[in-house]
């Protein structure tokens, strides 16, 4: 049997976790993971297909190990996730050398076909039902949980781990291929969230992420009753040695009160929202069916400060889409500038085939017109974050160490402080030098530099107690 593992990782969280779980499983079947392609006997590559380049560079990463399975061709080349549900058996077509086309609906079928293939079975491939084929029960089950054991040497950092509450999305925003490739809405049952986070802790993990593509519209049951996200973050709070509670993503339209209220209300769960605005005009809201206006946006972020004035808000953005004016497109701008959000991720718009932008409106906006808004918007966003950033600089925050920064791990040397990187409460990025037998505790840092992503700090005796309260939440 091949037990040499590499796994290479491209997309959102919910791939992460993916990956995380599947190098979990193996790992409980006897492989060992390796950090070069050239070492393993089975290659996987996890894939994203929301733009059409993460996809591209799945391709030619294909394209480069062509040589090295004609030389080994018993080492096994397995493509998993969004990108082998959306092209199927077209990735035989394209990269003829591929053993292995899993969809992230069936996933559980990972094992049992590298051990077909290993066997001399030849390809096999296995993907979810199509959305417009079939009954909907029919799809959704195609779309299977996959839920292995959580195995802590498969997390990047032990003491933080994602969970997964819900499956899908039924959004259909006229963009996006997630609802595709992801399948139908799904939230997973309560009991069974409650027990992977006790587990999770009991590991000695200190920061849970719940994930779900529209992660506030979470809707499950217990004894009878709904199960909100507001409830189930109450839930989870009772967990025993758990320090912090993160969700991802919210959608504007159920940014709901009493989910505001739980943040502002539950000590563990962290002030930091990542509410994906998408573009500060409603005409291309309209357009890309996202169900809100950009006044409603600016509403709905007026109340998370009212309720939670501490709240760090992060957002996702958009430029370019079909038809996007100078207008519609300062109009973003001014939404960026007046939000005033920690960070937000920007993107081109890639037409993705499929969806319904791709279909019925042209790709109108030209590639240096998009290029010059993206690095635009991103450097209105970086000149924010800088500045909120820099208002740190000599305050005491509280960061989850999650060990040597990307320097120190290549500079390392034996004995003496290391380069040491974390995370606040809010997702802001700590860069210290420290003593290695902190990683994993929380610990006080206090500031002194600042640029618009990251902050420099020496640790700190502890929280001043006029401190404390804003320091722990910050
Ligand atoms: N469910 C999340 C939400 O509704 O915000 C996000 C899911 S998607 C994986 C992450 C981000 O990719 C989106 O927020 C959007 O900004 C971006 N995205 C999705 N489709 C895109 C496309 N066709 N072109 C460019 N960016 C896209
Ligand atoms: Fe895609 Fe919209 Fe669903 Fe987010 S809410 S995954 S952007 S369809």
């Known amino acids: 049997m091949p037990k040499q593992l590499y796994i290479e990782t491209v997309g959102c969280q919910m791939n992460v976790l993916d990956s995380e779980l599947v190098v979990a499983e193996l790992l409980s079947a006897g492989y060992t993971l390796v950090d ?14 929301v733009r059409q380049h ?31 549900q959306k092209d199927q058996e077209r990735i035989f077509r394209r990269a003829p050398h591929v053993d292995l086309v899993i969809g992230p609906g069936q996933l559980g079928r990972l094992t049992t076909l590298l051990a077909e293939v290993a066997a001399g079975a030849g390809p096999r491939i296995e993907v979810s039902l199509d959305r417009a084929t079939g009954s909907r029960a029919a799809v959704r089950e195609s779309f299977a949980r996959y839920d292995p054991l959580r195995v802590v040497d ?8 994602m969970v997964r509450i819900m499956l899908g999305c039924d959004r259909f925003c006229t963009y996006c291929i997630v609802p595709r490739v992801r399948g139908p809405e799904q939230s997973r049952p309560v009991e069974e969230i409650e027990a992977e986070v006790r587990r999770l802790a009991d590991q000695g993990c200190l920061e849970v992420t719940l994930l779900g593509q529209t992660v506030n519209s979470f809707r499950g049951t217990a004894a009878g009753a709904t199960v909100r996200l507001a409830d189930l973050l109450g839930r989870l709070h009772d967990v025993e040695g758990l320090r912090r509670l993160r969700f991802v993503t919210n959608h504007p339209r159920h ?39 950009a006044e409603q946006y600016r509403e709905m972020l007026a109340e998370i400060r009212a309720t939670i004035p501490e709240a760090t808000v992060t957002s996702d953005f958009i430029v370019g889409f079909p038809g996007e004016t100078e207008e519609d497109y300062r109009q973003t701008v001014d939404l960026v500038r007046d939000a005033r959000f920690k960070n937000s991720f920007i993107f081109k718009y890639s037409p993705r085939p499929g969806t319904k932008a791709a279909e019925q409106y042209e790709d109108d906006v030209p590639e240096a017109v998009k290029r010059r808004r ?23 925050v509280e960061i989850l160490v999650e060990g040597p920064s990307k320097t120190a791990r290549k ?19 700590v860069v210290f030098e420290g003593d290695p037998s902190v990683v994993g505790r929380i610990v006080p840092i206090e500031i002194h530099k600042a640029t618009a992503v990251t902050l420099f700090g020496r640790t700190a005796g502890h929280v001043g107690s006029r401190q404390s309260a804003a320091a722990g939440r910050e």
């Open 36 to 49: 070069a392609p050239r070492k393993a006997d089975v290659i996987l590559f996890n894939t994203c297909s």
């Open 374 to 396: 993206n690095n635009e918007l991103l450097a209105v966003q970086n000149a924010i974050g800088g500045e909120d950033n820099r208002a740190l600089v000599g305050r005491t």
């Open 255 to 293: 940014m709901t009160a009493d989910l505001l209220q739980a943040v502002r209300d539950l000590a563990k769960v962290s002030p930091y929202l990542h509410v994906p605005a998408q573009s500060g005009s409603s005409a291309i809201l309209g357009r890309m069916k996202r169900g809100y206006t």
């Open 154 to 161: 498969a997390r990047a950092v032990r003491h933080q781990a």
């Open 411 to 429: 500079h390392a040397e034996p004995g003496g402080p290391v380069q040491l990187t974390g995370r606040t409460v809010c997702d802001r990025i």
């Open 54 to 84: 993460a996809e591209d560079k799945i391709y030619s990463a294909l394209g480069r190990l062509k040589h090295a399975k004609r030389h080994r061709p018993e080492r096994i080349i397995g493509v998993l996730g969004c990108m082998a």
